[in-house]
């Protein structure tokens, strides 16, 4: 019986590594996994090491941290970074350690539709992926759509101020829950042959930024309208909410994108991958209040 792989999984401490650390532990034991994080001492570190799960510290942004944590890996989980103008040359060190440990399979949170996407998000996974490419290190792309969550952190203000804004226009949104893109990761991680392939994930639905506030207003019970923009209005409204420059600027970049159909799939992959329906969108709202 061949020996179970090393399974790595990067940013582990983040919102979507935790959920696909959970989602392993249902199909691999506790062993064959190890969570890179950027600080040990972290709650969520020490709540993945209770679990069973080796802690390594692995920091995009610092490559002597890298070599080390990916000694003995077999296939990484490659999650895309957080700090947006970073994230090229910080995924191109992950890469390279990868490399050099003689990581057997990488898998790529990309965006979905990378290679066509009109949104300014797509640019640092484009650059990935051709890293990838150039690496010689078979690799799996999971182009993930929108997380139904990313809106949800935008209820609260809407609510506070009466009114949710956006620039989105009648674009549609397929998008899914955290917990679905994160058991997909897990699948393929795990194994199966999927080296090679390109997914582009997305949910089995999809709304309009109105329709799901329309979802809002019916699970708060509370009158909340939803205002269209230009997508420089909205920028500048953000602007003089407080919002910081860099974030305005992708958010309202964002809304023009699914205007264009940027964040719209229909094909399915999602829910072929993880074996069930996707999470609708209404839930995820019904589960924020």
């Not at 944590?69 to 090229?88: H, K, N, P, Y």
């Not at 990581?103 to 650059?127: C, K, M, N, Q, W």
């Not at 929108?146 to 101020?161: F, K």
Request: proline content about 5%; charged content about 20%; overall charge negative.
């Amino acid at each position: 019986m061949p020996a179970q792989p090393t399974l790595f999984v990067s940013a582990a401490t983040g919102h979507l590594g935790g959920l696909v650390i959970d989602a392993l532990l249902e199909a691999v034991p506790a062993s064959a996994i190890v969570a890179g994080v950027r600080d040990p001492a972290k709650e969520a570190a020490v709540a993945i090491r209770n679990k069973g799960v080796a802690v390594r510290v692995a920091d995009y942004a610092r490559p002597d941290t890298l070599a080390s944590a990916l000694a003995g890996v077999d296939r990484l989980l490659l999650i895309s970074g957080s700090e947006i103008g970073q994230r090229t040359a910080q995924h191109r060190n992950v890469i390279a350690a990868a490399k050099d440990a003689g990581v057997g399979l990488i898998v790529y949170t990309s965006i979905l539709h990378a290679d066509t996407s009109p949104l300014f998000l797509a640019e640092e996974h484009r650059d990935t992926e051709t890293a990838l490419k150039a690496s010689g290190i078979p690799f799996v792309l999971l182009r993930n759509g929108w997380y139904t969550e990313v809106y949800t952190w935008r209820i609260a203000p809407a609510l506070q101020h009466g009114v949710f804004l956006g620039a989105s226009g009648e674009g549609r949104i397929s998008s899914a829950a955290r917990a679905d893109y994160a058991r997909a990761a897990a699948v393929v991680l795990a194994g199966g042959d999927h080296a090679g392939r390109t997914y582009e994930l997305a949910g089995d639905t999809s709304y309009t930024l109105a329709e799901f506030v329309a979802a809002v207003a019916e699970a708060s019970g509370k009158p909340l309208p939803y205002r269209n923009m230009d997508p420089d209005a909205y920028r500048t409204a953000l602007l003089g909410a407080g919002v910081p420059e860099l974030f305005a600027t992708i958010l309202s970049d964002t809304d023009a994108g699914v205007a264009k159909g940027a964040l719209f799939d229909d094909g399915g992959e999602l829910a072929r991958l993880i074996g069930r329906p996707t999470i609708p969108f209404g839930v995820t709202v019904a589960e924020f209040f």
